[in-house]
């Protein structure tokens, strides 16, 4: 079984720390006595752009992409990031489209534009709608996952994990979105930065079964004999992967090429992107330069 040595347990304590101490103090330093329900949505405008981009980005990051989206990497090769490249793209559609419609009029949650737009039964369905969501798909999801990898390199209970995880994540938003949008800087630069040392790790373990070489042999190496894992959009019978079942399917019906990219993952990402509190809510508070 795999185990933290004490050094290991040291470095989690001391980010736990650091991001909880530094989340505190943002607190203190914008707290307003007078701050209403709104304040703690929109951070009363305090957030400057580069914080809410990596709001943005650090709140989108999370064990569904070091854990999920690396399975499907795994399996259907680079092609499962398009999700990623269309969301940029969204991104864009949303900061001219959307964004000017929300600051115009003053929203600060997505069902507060539905009752605006529409009335308080619409507005109410979303709410409960995307509650049971959140509470159901992503904050579930996202728990496990976490648990889950943290467990596998440490062998705590995957139970205490989950309760350790949901501890760390409701210290760090007590002060509401001006907290997390600045402490969420610190998180984007660790989740960058794990990242890389995770790609770093995986090459260099290719590069050791080779008997020499560096990671840019491992690359070269990987991308001569894992060729079809490096198309970006697939096509019917371009790569059979495992299905779980001791057989093998088209990768193609998993991720169909083309359609998806002109299809139905516009919807999802501007559903995600545009229309999600979780992510607007970052940008609400702010001008619309800075929104934008």
């Not at 405008?45 to 064990?63: D, E, K, V």
């Not at 092609?79 to 600051?103: D, H």
């Not at 020499?212 to 697939?234: C, P, Q, R």
């Not at 057989?247 to 991720?255: F, H, M, N, R």
Request: net charge neutral; aromatic share 14%; proline share 2%.
């Amino acid at each position: 079984m795999n185990q933290l040595s004490n050094g290991d347990y040291y470095v989690f304590l001391i980010y736990f720390v650091i991001v909880a101490g530094y989340g505190y103090w943002v607190y203190k330093r914008k707290h307003n006595a007078d701050a209403t329900s709104k304040d703690y949505f929109l951070a009363e405008g305090s957030l400057t752009w580069w914080a809410i981009g990596a709001s943005l980005i650090a709140s989108n990051i999370s064990a569904e992409q070091f854990i999920g989206m690396s399975g499907s990497g795994f399996k259907l090769g680079l092609a499962i990031s398009t999700y990623e490249w269309m969301a940029a793209a969204t991104l864009v559609i949303v900061a001219i489209f959307f964004i000017p419609v929300y600051l115009k009029n003053k929203i600060y949650t997505m069902p507060q534009f539905l009752s605006q737009r529409y009335n308080e039964r619409v507005a109410m369905i979303m709410a409960i709608f995307w509650l049971a969501l959140y509470i159901v798909v992503n904050l579930m999801s996202i728990l496990y996952l976490g648990a889950l990898a943290v467990s596998g390199i440490s062998g705590i209970n995957i139970y205490v994990c989950i309760m350790l995880l949901a501890v760390f994540s409701i210290v760090i938003t007590l002060g509401g979105m001006k907290v997390i949008g600045f402490t969420d800087v610190i998180q984007v630069l660790v989740l960058v930065l794990g990242g890389l040392a995770t790609t770093y790790l995986a090459l260099d373990l290719v590069a050791a079964k080779l008997s020499g070489g560096d990671i840019w042999t491992a690359l070269s190496y990987v991308k001569e004999n894992a060729s079809d894992h490096f198309h970006m959009i697939l096509n019917k019978g371009q790569m059979m992967m495992p299905d779980g079942k001791g057989s093998t399917e088209d990768a193609y019906q998993k991720l169909p090429g083309l359609a998806v990219l002109f299809g139905a993952m516009w919807i999802a990402n501007l559903n995600y992107w545009g229309c999600n509190q979780y992510i607007t809510q970052r940008a609400l508070g702010a001008d619309l330069p800075t929104a934008r």
